[in-house]
């Protein structure tokens, strides 16, 4: 495995979509090919849809990484048929508790025309394991098709994640997906969405969260390669003691994609001296007749809104806790109403606490 591993090339920061990253500390020669345990919760109904089997083909890789996975993939495959309705989520949770190890896992999320899934992809280690985790998620969205995907990272404190969401839109198919990022060293998710189909709809909506030395690093891309689409992009973070992010995120408009709409936003608290966060939206526009928007802000907490709040007797800690979670609000809100969602409020109250999440 190792030495199949030393024949690829791993890419560097001097390439644009790992630039600010931790990729030069990274020795793949220290890992072995390990799996993640998967365990996934569905109702019976959902259950006949769930399979280590799919037809659907991998796409091109793009990095050593996704080769890799290609390669090893430890493969969830679930493909909803044709005017299906899953009323209740799928709950697909991966276990990593071994240091020394590189697991992939793989979920190709196949929805057919006018079907519906919500799908929750938990990644979860010990607080020792040493390990990396290389996860792709694959999402096809047929005509009129409704894919809800909220992926979780719970992952220990010494375990490295570089992640990748792929998503394919047809005409008029809904896409939402989001992510919560709260755990790991390093923490990296690629997330790609690509509009296909006129009248394609996608929502990319993340939450994350860094303290100690951890790095959470975010490159996304909203393609629009057909008419009258619509993107939305909403990323929040903070970062606290020696913590660093990074987001990159573009904007592509195709020469066939008029009238399409895509909007981008992202905005970083630093909630300490030595933390650190970089924010880098672009914008491709081949076409007229669209509308298109990016904004990106990174900075301390509002000390109006801190002041207020003391000058109502609140001491200062607490000022600081409520208004980060006033700022999470706007994502928490728009997250699925399932039950262990509900408990993400209080692992990030437990961060700013400073106490072991």
Known sequence: MNAQMNALTLPTVDEEIWRYSRIGELNLDQFELGKVATKIEASSQAKQFVSSQTNVAPRNATDIFEDLNVRHAQLTAISIAKNQVVA???????????SGVVAYPR?????????????????ISSANAKSLIV???????AQSARVTYVAINEL??????????????????????F????????????????????????????????????MHDFRTLQDHAAPRTHSSLLFKGAVKDTAKSVYTGLIRIRENATKSEAFQTNRNLTLSNG?????????????????????????????????????????????????????????LNRLPALPFIASLRERVSTKLLGAKS
């Open 275 to 331: 933390a650190w966060a970089e924010s880098v939206p672009n914008l491709e526009i081949e076409t007229n007749d669209v509308k298109c928007s990016h904004a990106s802000t990174v900075g301390p907490i509002d000390e109006e809104q801190r002041f207020y709040l003391e000058s109502r007797g609140i001491q200062p800690e607490i000022a600081e806790r409520l208004v980060v979670l006033g700022f999470f609000d706007e994502v």
């Open 88 to 98: 209740e989520p799928i709950v697909i949770t991966h276990s990593l508790d071994e």
């Open 156 to 177: 220990g404190a010494s375990t490295w994640q570089i992640g990748y969401q792929q998503a394919v839109g047809q005409r008029d198919s809904m896409m939402k997906l």
């Open 179 to 214: 992510t919560v990022a709260l755990g790991g060293d390093y923490a990296r998710m690629r997330a790609e969405v690509r509009l296909e189909g006129q009248g394609a709809n996608s929502q990319q909506v993340a939450l994350y969260f860094a303290d100690e030395n951890q």
């Open 107 to 123: 979920l190709v999320i196949e929805a057919h025309e006018n079907s519906e899934v919500t799908v929750v992809e938990r990644f």
């Open 135 to 141: 996860p792709v998620v694959d999402v096809r969205a």
